[in-house]
């Protein structure tokens, strides 16, 4: 099958290429590198996901981008410098390649920047959406798998949530376009026939995880001895979800999409295990073998007080089974940092 892989370059997207590849598809990644954080980690993951482990010297970004695009053209891999707000230029791509299904991951994707810039995130996560949809109808693409998240669950009282709980109240810009997009993505399966489902991930983590992530972060702070910023009590939780569990979750979507007709589904894709930030930061430290030096701030507006996902529909619909448990996660997450000394 040939997949069109938007933010491929990203944490999730670079994991889900790899995966892709070594299962015989064929990949295009539509990746612009934007500047969310270092492009350079994007090209580390770019040249991971196809296997490739040379040693690559950085210059400039547009150069190494090159570079990037000559190092990975191989059979069955094509990389595309392309924003997904710049519908003719994903024209090119799309007449230019048959696609067999569209999984949709570039998106501008931090909670607490959506607040300082809510119109380049409209920009990017709902017209850039919209574009791909346009193209997927004018070009009769009828498999569409999107990455929504657990933010447009707000601060919903009832727990664990569920994909039929109100989700009328968002309380950042960034969980407002994910919850624009399932909505808008019903309209092109309503009108077009586009088979959807969209992916409510919940905070997911593991080699790779964006350096602006907080247990990205707090592993590199505690392992340089310096403060950790910790928000409110510890109260605070997360249903976190390793990596591997997030990309068979992708998997078994993607079989259920191609196996069947009139599909338009929203299914959360958690770990339904909850950690509170006290317990994050032990397991961290824990693995580390370092104490934290924390310095207490108040909460953010913007983040949620906790999230914890109800996996029942992920279960009895694709037969997602999520196997990492967070001690686990953290222990391969860390081996990993350390390695890499990012
Ligand atoms: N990581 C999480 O915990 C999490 C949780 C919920 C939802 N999500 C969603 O999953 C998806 C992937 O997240 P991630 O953590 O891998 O983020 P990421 O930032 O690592 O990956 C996103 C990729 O999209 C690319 N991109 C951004 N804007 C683009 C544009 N205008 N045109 C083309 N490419 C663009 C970026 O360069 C990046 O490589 C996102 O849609 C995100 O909102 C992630």
């Known amino acids: 099958m040939n997949y069109l892989v938007t933010g491929g370059s990203g944490f999730i997207g670079s994991h889900l290429v790899e995966h892709l590849l070594k299962n015989g598809h064929s990949v295009i990644n539509i990746d612009n590198f934007d500047d969310f954080y270092d492009y350079k980690i ?11 482990t040379l040693e690559f010297s950085f210059h400039e970004k547009q150069l190494d981008i090159q570079k990037l695009i000559f190092e990975t053209s191989i059979k069955d891999y094509q990389l595309y410098y392309q924003d997904i707000r710049n519908k003719e230029g994903l024209e090119k791509i799309f007449q230019k390649h048959k696609i067999d ?31 791909l949809w346009e193209l997927c109808k004018d070009f009769q693409i009828k498999k569409f798998i999107n990455a929504s998240s657990s933010s447009v669950y707000g601060n919903n009282e009832k727990t664990p949530f569920s994909e039929d709980d109100s989700v009328e109240h968002p309380i950042s810009p960034y969980a407002a376009t994910k919850k624009s997009g399932e909505i808008l993505g019903h309209v092109y399966h309503h009108l077009y026939g586009i088979d959807m489902i969209h992916l409510r991930f ?13 247990i990205h972060k707090f592993t590199k702070l505690i392992s340089e ?12 939780a997360r249903d976190y979800t390793f990596i591997d569990d997030i990309i068979e979750g992708i998997h078994k979507s993607i079989t259920h999409i191609e196996s069947q007709n009139q599909v338009y589904e929203i299914i959360n894709l958690g770990e339904s295990q909850v950690i509170n930030l006290n317990e994050m930061v032990e397991t961290i430290e824990n693995e580390l073998e370092k104490k934290s030096i924390k310095k207490n701030l108040p909460l953010q507006p913007g983040d949620v007080e906790k999230t914890n996902a109800n996996i029942q529909k992920a279960k009895t619909l694709i037969g997602y089974q999520p196997r990492t448990h967070f001690q686990n996660g953290i222990k391969k997450f860390v081996e990993w940092f350390l390695r890499n000394g990012s």
Do not use: C, W
Not at 42 to 52: D, P
Not at 104 to 122: Q, W
Not at 202 to 214: E, H, I, K, W
């Open 101 to 131: 299904m569209v999984i949709h991951l570039a998106a501008l994707a931090g909670v607490r920047p959506s607040i300082e810039s809510p119109l380049e995130y409209a920009e990017v996560n709902i017209k850039g959406t919209m574009n």
């Open 42 to 52: 994007k090209i580390k993951n770019t040249l991971e996901s196809v296997g490739k």
């Open 202 to 214: 919940f905070t997911v983590y593991g080699p790779r995880q964006r350096p602006d992530l907080a």
């Open 225 to 236: 001895n310096k403060e950790i910023p910790f928000y409110g009590n510890g109260s605070t």
